[in-house]
């Protein structure tokens, strides 16, 4: 009998759409609400003198900037806690492919997605603002914990920025693993036949 994934939920009713490597299932009323949100923050916070560092794509990516690849590194772990059942070794090597996963995907939307998802990636980037919406200090000392506790709070907020951000955040990451082979064992799906698993691969 089939596994359910051990997907975190943030305490949000209803389920997660799925997530093609060309985005269909990230909703667009989620991206927009993010972009329009956010657009002011950004300015604000470009008049303060705030920047978010480096902004061309890290190396071995399309689209992501370092920051932003800090940001999914934080996040894989605490929204697939299926993760945790891997060693050191092995689950570094499975969020290093949920990242290319995310990057792919993102790559793949259209110009406007890109631009509205910027938005959020670029205040989540502004420390001083990142402290504030989320309380978290730098990506890399959060926690599972923490990170979860700020989806949480995005996720389950009264304000429709927040809670799209959560939720492109959340399906983003979530997404991105169950495109990966080892996520199938959970979900309880058998995997393609091998013979045709095997003739689509380079």
Do not use: H
């Amino acid at each position: 009998m089939p596994t359910t994934p051990k997907t975190f939920d943030a305490s949000r009713p209803g389920p997660t759409p799925g997530l093609t490597p060309g985005g269909a299932g990230l909703a667009r009323r989620d991206l927009l609400k993010v972009g329009a949100g956010f657009s002011l923050a950004l300015v604000l916070a470009g008049a303060a003198g705030c920047s978010g560092g480096a902004k061309t794509p890290a190396a071995g990516y399309v689209f992501l900037q370092p920051g932003d690849a800090d940001l999914f590194r934080a996040l894989a772990p605490a929204v697939v806690t299926e993760l945790g059942a891997f060693d050191a070794a092995k689950r570094k090597t499975l969020v290093d492919a949920v990242l290319r996963n995310v990057d792919g995907t993102i790559a793949a939307l259209d110009l406007g997605a890109r631009q509205e998802l910027r938005k959020l990636l670029d205040l989540l980037a502004i420390a001083p603002l990142r402290y504030v919406l989320t309380g978290v200090g730098a990506w890399n000392e959060a926690g599972v914990e923490k990170m979860q506790a700020f989806l949480a709070r995005w996720r389950g907020s009264r304000f429709a920025t927040l809670n799209a951000g959560g939720n492109v955040l959340v399906k983003l990451s979530s997404s991105s693993f169950y495109l990966l082979p080892e996520s199938w064992p959970s979900t309880g799906y058998p995997g393609p036949l091998a013979r045709m698993f095997n003739a689509i691969q380079p």
